[in-house]
């Protein structure tokens, strides 16, 4: 269930939803458009939470995949494209277990079978994608970070809706022991699908090679899945573990215990900064964020450095871009008169090499640099002192007389 300011009501206009699941028909209310479904029983069931709610729902609920649920009665149809779902194939030798057993195999990476499930799951300009936060890295993104590491598509984890559900994902290596009983997200959309990669392959082997000692988060596995005991899901890593340029209406959420999910920022690109959605009811979610008033209405990312940025082509002229999906990319503009589609547009990111090392150029201050490694391996950490801030992402400050290769990229996006 998702609470905004606008959400009262939306459990009465899916009275009429039902879903088969194990061969019984629950009332449900449906989750990221079909994704997921929240599945309430008047009677204690199997796998059910006893969760009561205000509006007379059924005091049993469980959250379930779309993949879990046979039947669908009473849906809508979908105001957009579905997500491309995970397909596995299953036959009489190999079942779903032994996929998700192969899943946490470092040693089953080239697995053809699991190459193909892996392969199904696919980013498409405009697909929402979901990171998982702690109270520390959620006062970080109000105060002006971008998107980068690791991330899921919202379709394949859209049934993980509480803490404790939601810890699989997180990267910080705290995986819900900070002792906060709500769990924080942005998402997004993506706005090209080269922006992102799979974590696979001979490009991604430093991640799996360093040691428990030099790494934050749950350990990088090799075969694209999270590592779970229960879970099959595709991950996701932004290429080159870049910052991504923060689209139009980008959120901010949090997951209560019983799996409500509340919208507490919107992002307004045009005034870079996050406009608050929640009312008083829902503020003292916020109490845990340090740095972070409940009350403040409007949080300005101000002059915060940019990493990274889009520029689009009009008219001749070059002007900074911003995605406004599913629409397309326009000029970023206050007045909404000035705010042309563009006719051609490009992620604009700096990299260099130090110490032998690929690295993003993030900022630079009195002559130096900040940098982030591209393809973080035992040996690059060793070398440049990088510290962990995150799974799979390490920086370190660098002399800006010792970097080479300095230079301004532009990344092409197709319009």
């Known amino acids: 269930m998702s609470v905004t300011p606008q959400a009262d009501g939306a459990a009465s206009e899916r009275a009429g939803l039902h879903v088969t699941y194990h061969g019984a028909v629950y009332p449900a209310e449906e989750i990221a458009r079909g994704a997921a479904y929240e ?64 899943s946490q195999q470092p040693t089953a990476a080239g697995d053809p079978t699991l190459a193909a499930v892996r392969a199904s799951a696919v980013i498409r300009r405009g697909t929402r994608m979901v990171k998982v936060l702690s109270a520390r890295q959620l006062a970080g993104y109000v105060r002006g970070w971008l998107p980068h590491g690791f991330c899921y598509r ?47 392959g001979e490009a991604h082997r430093g991640l799996r090679a360093l040691p428990q000692r030099d790494r934050l988060g749950p350990p990088v596995l090799g075969t694209g899945f999270v590592p779970s005991n229960l879970q099959l899901i595709p991950e996701f890593v932004t290429r080159d573990l870049a910052d991504l340029p923060l689209p139009a209406n980008a959120t901010l959420l949090a997951y209560t215990a ?18 608050r959605m929640v009312g008083p009811q829902w503020r003292h979610l916020l109490a845990a964020v340090p740095g972070l008033s409940p009350d403040q209405e409007y949080v300005p990312t101000g002059d915060a450095p940019r990493s990274t940025q889009l520029v689009g082509g009009h008219a001749g002229g070059e002007y900074e871009a911003v995605a406004d999906l599913p629409g397309g990319f326009r000029v970023l503009a206050m007045t909404r008169a000035a705010r042309y589609p563009v006719d051609s547009v490009a992620r604009r990111l700096r990299y260099a090499h130090w110490r032998g090392a690929p690295c993003l150029v993030l900022r ?52």
Do not use: I, K, N
């Not at 030798?93 to 996929?99: A, F, I, L, P, Q």
């Open 364 to 415: 630079e201050e009195a002559g130096w640099l900040r940098l982030r490694l591209c393809r973080p391996d035992p040996d690059s950490v060793l070398a440049t002192g990088a510290q962990c801030h995150e799974r799979g992402v390490y920086e370190a400050w660098a002399p800006g007389a010792e970097v080479t290769d300095d230079r301004v990229v532009d990344l092409p996006y197709a319009v």
């Open 258 to 275: 019983d799996g409500v999910e509340v919208v507490l920022y919107s992002y307004q690109a045009e005034q870079r900064g996050w406009l």
């Open 154 to 200: 919202e379709h394949d984890v859209a049934h993980l809706r509480t803490p404790a559900a939601l810890a699989v994902l997180r990267g910080d290596g705290e995986g819900g022991r900070d002792g906060v009983d709500v769990a924080y997200a942005l998402r997004w959309r993506a706005a090209d699908p080269a922006d992102y990669d799979v974590p696979v």
């Open 39 to 102: 599945l309430f029983s008047a009677e204690e069931a199997a796998g059910f939470e006893w969760a009561p709610r205000p509006g007379g729902a059924p005091p049993w609920r469980r959250f379930a995949h779309v993949t879990e649920v046979t039947s669908v009665h009473g849906a809508t149809e979908p105001a957009e494209e579905p997500e491309s779902p995970l397909l596995v194939p299953l036959h009489r030798d190999r079942g779903w277990s032994d996929v998700h057993q192969l």
